[in-house]
C-alpha cells in the first residue's frame, strides 16, 4: 500500500500550530482588505471544517501556504498555494488583499511572492473566506453567495487532492483543465511526476500519465455510474457523477453523509487513492487505488489482445488475432501484442464478433458520430478495410451512436459481464466467426442439457421437500413466529437452577447453560443477561430469525422460553463444542466443517426464505453436533436483506475484530461478502489450527492473513497447513482450500467470491481457480494493537460507526 493516506507531517508541527489557533483571539473565516492573515495566524472555515495557514512539511525548511482538515488530528494538507515558491520562514510574510483586489501573499519586504493572478479587478472591496468544502475563494464582498460570483477559487487550481464538490476536469469556456499533480516527494509539495485529469479525444476519459506523457491508467468512458475501465463500483457513501455540456466536462462527487471525511489523492508514487478518515482508528484508510490490478497497466497486453484478471493467463488475443511474438507471448511477455491472422482477408466475407462487458479500447485512430444507429455503424464499419471495431457512443443510454476504431485495438480488458453494459464488436473474417460461432453451439448445448438436469433434479428436491414440510409445518406459520414455549420451572430444572457448573459459556445476549429435559434430550440454553437492553434486542433478531430458518448446518431451536423477566432461548445441545476445538482433527473432518459451514452460509444469503447476513460468523461462533457436523449459531447480529439489496450500511460497526471485513470494519458496510471474508478467516484458522487474533510468527509481523499470503506469493503455502494434521490428507486438496481461504479474505468484496461460487470451487477438484489479489488487513500492525488492547473475543456491538 502506498502512504498517501499516511500523515505527512509529526505531531510536533501539530502541536505549533495549535498553539498558533489558540493565540488567536477569534479565529476568522475570511480575509479582507483590513484583515490580513500573518504568518502566525490561520483561518478556519465557518464550519470548522477546513483550516489555511503556512506549514512546513519537513517541520522546519520549506513553508508554504496550505490548506488542511482542521477536524482531525493527522495533519493533512489537501492544497498547496505557492507549490514551487516556498518561503523561508513564515514570521514576515502575509496573505491579504492587494492594492489591485486580488490575493496575495508577500514577504518581509512587500515582494510578491505568490498571487491569485487575477487581473483588472473592478471590485474595490474584495473578500477571500474559506469556505466549509476547503474551497479559497476570492468575490466581492456585496455578492459572493455563488460559484458564478467567485472570481477566483482554490478548485479551480487544484494541487494533489480532489475533495467532495471539487471538479475535475474542463471548464470549456475559459479553457480552464483542472488536473491534479502529485507532490514531488512526501514531504515536498512541488510539482512531481504524475498528472490525473481528463482529455477530451473521443469520448472523455481520465488518465494517470507519468511526465505528462506515459499513460499509466485509463479510466475508459463514463458508464452511466463510474468509468468503465475501473471494473468495481465505488463505495456507497460516495457519489460520484459525470457532467458533460457544450460548456462543461468534468467529474466531481459528493458523499452521502456530510460527515463523511473523505479525500482522493494522486500519491507521489502514482497511485490514486481514495481515502476516508476512520474516528475509530483515527487514521485514513484508502479504500480503493488505482491502478489496482495488472489488468488496470495501460495496454498490458499490448495490441489487439483482452486482459482477463481472473484467468491464469491474463492476455489472450482477440479472435482473429494471433501472437506477434508465440515464443514471448507463451512466456508470458504479452507487449508485443496480437496481429491479424489473416491479414489479406479483407475485403472478403466477414461479419463481428460481439465481447460482451469489455473496457472499450482506447480511441487513437477513431471516428464519431453520435446520431447513427448500430445498423449504420457496422455496415460504415465493414465498407472499409481498416476499420477493426465498432461500439455505441451513448453507453449508459439507449446505446446510439457510433464509434469506430481504425487500426489497433489497445488497453482492452474484461469486465463483469453483469454489471457493465459495454460491448465492442470486434471485425472477424467469415471462417473465424463460424469457428466462434459452433463453439457457442457446443456451449449453448452443454448449458440446455445441464439446465434440464437441474430442472429435474430441482423437482426431485421439491418433491422430496415437501414429504419433509408436511412435519414441520406447525413450527412457523406466516410471518407469526409460533415458537413451542417451554414453563421457567421446568428449565430452571433441566440446568440445575443454573448452576455455574452447567454454564458451557457465554453467548451474543448472555450465558449458555446445558441442561437435560425429563425426557432424557439434552439442550442449551441461552438466558437473556438482565437489564440488557443491548442484550434484549438480540434476543429478539435471534428468535425472529433462527425460528424461521431450518438448515442443517444450522442450530436448531427447540423453544423458547419468557417469563416475567427472563427471556431464554433453547437449543439442541451440541457435545463437541465449537470450532475453536477443531484442531485435533484430522483433514477429511476439517474439510467436512469447512463445507458445512458454506453451505449454511450459502442458505442464508440465497435459499433461504429471508436474505440473511449473520455479520457475526467466527470459530465459536460454529458448534459441532455429536457427528462433528459443523452447525452455525447466534444470529444476535444477523440482518435479512431485502431482495438485491445486498449492500447495507451501519451506524453501528459490528462483528468480532480479527473476522471483520475492511469496509466492515471501517465503513460499517455490509454486504453478504462480508460474511465471505469471515468464513475465509475461519477456513484459514481450520487449516492452520490457529486463531487469526492471537497468531503471532517469529520472524515477521504479519497476522493470520498476512502469514498465509505472504507464503504464497513465495510459493510456500503448504507450511501454513497444520503440524498435527500429519499426513491424513491429499497436500492439492489442502492448497484449494487455503487458495479459497485467500479468496475469501481479499480486500474489495468485489473481488471475493460468493458463498455459491465457495461451494462449486469446495465441490470441484479440476475447476480453475483465480489467483487471489490484494488481502485485507494482513500488515496492519496498528490495527492489530487495537485487536490485543480488547480483552477478548468479544463481539463488538457498542463502538460507534461513522
Ligand atoms: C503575529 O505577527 C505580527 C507581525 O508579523 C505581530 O504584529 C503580532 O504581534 C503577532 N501576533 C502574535 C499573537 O504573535
Ligand atoms: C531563503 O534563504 C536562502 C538561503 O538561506 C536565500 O538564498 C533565499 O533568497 C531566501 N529566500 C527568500 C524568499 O527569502
Ligand atoms: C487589463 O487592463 C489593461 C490596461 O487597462 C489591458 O491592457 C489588459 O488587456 C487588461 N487585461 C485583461 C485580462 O482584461
Ligand atoms: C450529491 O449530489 C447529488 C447530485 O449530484 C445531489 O442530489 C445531492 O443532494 C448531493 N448531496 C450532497 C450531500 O451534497
Ligand atoms: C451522422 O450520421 C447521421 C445519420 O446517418 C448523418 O445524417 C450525419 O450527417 C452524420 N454526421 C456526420 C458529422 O458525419
Ligand atoms: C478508411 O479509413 C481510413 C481511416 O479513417 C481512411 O484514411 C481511409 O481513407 C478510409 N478508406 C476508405 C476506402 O474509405
Ligand atoms: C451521518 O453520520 C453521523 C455520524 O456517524 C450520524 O450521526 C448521522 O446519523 C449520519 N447521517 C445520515 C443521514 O446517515
Not at 508577500?106 to 511572492?113: A, K, P, W
Request: proline share 4%.
Amino acid at each position: 500500500m502506498e502512504t498517501a493516506c499516511s500523515p505527512y507531517f509529526c505531531c510536533i508541527l501539530m502541536t505549533t500550530a495549535l498553539l498558533f489557533v489558540s493565540r488567536l483571539c477569534a479565529p476568522v473565516d475570511t480575509i479582507t482588505s483590513s484583515s490580513p492573515m500573518n504568518g502566525n495566524q490561520t483561518l478556519i472555515s465557518d464550519g470548522g471544517t477546513f483550516e489555511l495557514g503556512f506549514f512546513s512539511p519537513r517541520n522546519s525548511g520549506p513553508v508554504y501556504l496550505g490548506i488542511w482538515f482542521h477536524n482531525i488530528p493527522t495533519r493533512t494538507v489537501v492544497w498547496v498555494a505557492n507549490r514551487d515558491s516556498p518561503v523561508n520562514d513564515s514570521s514576515s510574510v502575509a496573505l491579504k488583499i492587494g492594492n489591485d483586489g486580488d490575493l496575495v501573499l508577500v514577504d518581509g519586504t512587500e515582494r510578491i511572492i505568490w498571487s491569485s493572478g487575477i487581473a483588472n479587478i473592478t471590485s474595490k472591496d474584495t473578500v477571500v473566506p474559506l469556505l466549509d468544502s476547503g474551497n479559497l475563494v476570492l468575490g466581492d464582498q456585496g455578492s459572493i453567495s455563488s460559484s458564478d460570483d467567485y472570481l477566483w477559487q482554490s478548485f479551480d487550481h487544484p494541487t494533489n487532492t480532489l475533495l467532495a464538490g471539487m471538479k475535475l476536469g474542463w471548464d470549456l469556456r475559459v479553457s480552464l483543465d483542472r488536473y491534479l499533480t502529485s507532490w514531488k516527494r512526501e514531504d515536498d509539495p512541488s510539482l512531481g511526476d504524475f498528472t490525473y485529469g481528463f482529455e477530451l479525444e473521443g469520448l472523455p476519459q481520465k488518465f494517470l500519465r507519468k511526465y505528462n506523457s506515459k499513460v499509466i491508467q485509463r479510466s475508459g468512458p463514463w458508464e452511466g455510474t463510474r468509468f468503465s475501465g475501473l471494473g468495481m463500483s465505488s463505495l456507497s457513501t460516495i457519489r460520484p457523477s459525470f457532467v458533460q455540456t457544450p460548456d462543461e466536462v468534468y467529474y466531481t462527487y459528493n458523499v452521502s453523509n456530510k460527515s463523511t471525511i473523505t479525500r482522493t489523492v494522486l500519491s507521489h508514487t502514482g497511485s490514486l487513492q481514495r481515502c476516508l478518515w476512520s474516528d475509530q482508528n483515527l487514521e485514513w484508510s484508502v479504500t480503493y487505488s488505482i491502478p489496482n490490478d495488472a489488468c488496470d497497466e495501460y495496454g498490458k497486453c499490448g495490441p489487439n489482445a483482452i486482459c482477463t484478471i481472473n484467468s491464469p493467463r491474463i492476455c489472450s488475443c482477440l479472435t482473429g488475432y494471433i501472437p506477434k511474438s508465440p515464443l514471448d507471448w507463451s512466456a508470458l511477455g504479452w507487449s508485443e501484442g496480437c496481429v491479424k491472422k489473416n491479414p489479406s482477408s479483407c475485403p472478403g466475407k466477414e461479419g463481428f464478433r460481439k465481447l460482451k462487458g469489455v473496457k472499450v479500447p482506447d480511441m487513437l485512430q477513431f471516428w464519431i458520430n453520435t446520431s447513427m444507429s448500430l445498423k449504420e455503424c457496422r455496415d460504415k464499419c465493414l465498407s472499409n478495410c481498416s476499420c477493426s471495431a465498432y461500439s455505441v457512443t451513448d453507453i449508459e443510454g439507449r446505446g446510439s451512436g457510433c464509434l469506430i476504431w481504425y487500426g489497433d485495438l489497445i488497453d482492452m480488458r474484461q469486465l463483469n459481464e453483469f454489471s457493465s453494459n459495454q460491448n465492442v464488436f470486434i471485425r472477424v473474417t467469415a471462417s473465424d466467426l463460424a469457428n466462434s460461432n459452433r463453439k457457442r453451439w457446443i456451449v449453448g448445448a452443454a448449458v440446455s442439457a445441464s439446465i434440464f438436469l437441474a430442472l429435474i433434479l430441482a423437482l426431485f428436491v421439491w418433491v422430496k421437500s415437501r414429504k419433509v414440510r408436511g412435519r414441520h409445518v406447525d413450527v412457523h406459520s406466516g410471518d407469526d413466529i409460533e415458537l413451542p414455549m417451554l414453563n421457567f420451572v421446568a428449565i430452571a430444572k433441566a440446568t440445575d437452577n443454573f448452576s455455574y457448573l452447567n454454564k458451557i459459556g457465554e453467548g451474543g445476549f448472555g450465558p449458555v447453560y446445558r441442561g437435560q429435559l425429563p425426557n432424557g434430550k439434552e439442550i442449551a440454553v441461552k438466558r437473556l443477561s438482565e437489564n440488557s437492553r443491548q442484550g434484549s434486542d438480540e434476543f429478539k433478531n435471534e428468535a425472529l430469525f433462527i425460528a424461521r430458518l431450518q438448515h442443517r448446518n444450522l442450530v436448531k431451536l427447540l423453544g423458547c422460553c419468557i417469563d416475567g423477566e427472563e427471556r431464554m432461548l433453547i437449543y439442541e445441545y451440541m457435545p463437541n463444542g465449537n470450532v475453536t476445538a477443531a484442531n485435533s482433527l484430522v483433514w477429511r473432518r476439517r474439510f467436512d466443517i469447512i463445507v458445512g459451514v458454506a453451505r449454511g452460509l450459502l442458505y442464508l444469503h440465497r435459499d433461504s426464505r429471508l436474505r440473511i447476513i449473520h455479520r457475526d460468523l467466527k470459530a465459536s461462533n460454529v458448534l459441532l453436533d455429536s457427528e462433528m457436523n459443523p452447525k452455525i449459531s447466534d444470529f444476535g447480529m444477523a440482518r435479512a436483506v431485502g431482495g438485491d439489496q445486498m449492500l447495507e450500511k451501519t451506524m453501528r460497526v459490528v462483528g468480532t475484530y480479527g473476522y471483520m471485513s475492511p469496509e466492515n470494519a471501517i465503513d460499517g458496510i455490509f454486504s453478504t461478502k462480508s460474511d465471505v471474508f469471515s468464513f475465509g478467516v475461519l477456513v484459514l484458522e481450520i487449516i492452520s489450527g490457529r486463531k487469526n487474533r492471537a497468531f503471532r510468527h517469529p520472524d515477521h509481523n504479519f497476522n493470520l492473513l498476512g502469514h498465509p499470503w505472504k507464503l504464497w506469493l513465495e510459493g510456500k503455502a503448504f507450511e501454513l497447513i497444520d503440524e498435527k494434521m500429519e499426513d491424513s490428507f491429499a497436500v492439492s486438496e489442502v492448497m484449494r482450500c487455503i487458495q479459497i481461504g485467500l479468496l475469501c479474505v481479499q480486500r474489495h468484496p468485489e473481488d471475493r467470491p460468493s458463498m455459491a461460487s465457495v461451494i462449486l470451487m469446495l465441490d470441484s477438484q479440476s475447476a480453475m481457480l483465480p489467483q487471489p489479489k490484494q488481502l485485507g488487513f494482513f500488515d496492519e500492525r496498528n490495527h492489530e494493537d487495537v485487536d490485543y488492547s480488547l480483552s477478548n473475543e468479544m463481539t463488538i456491538t457498542q463502538i460507534e460507526g461513522r
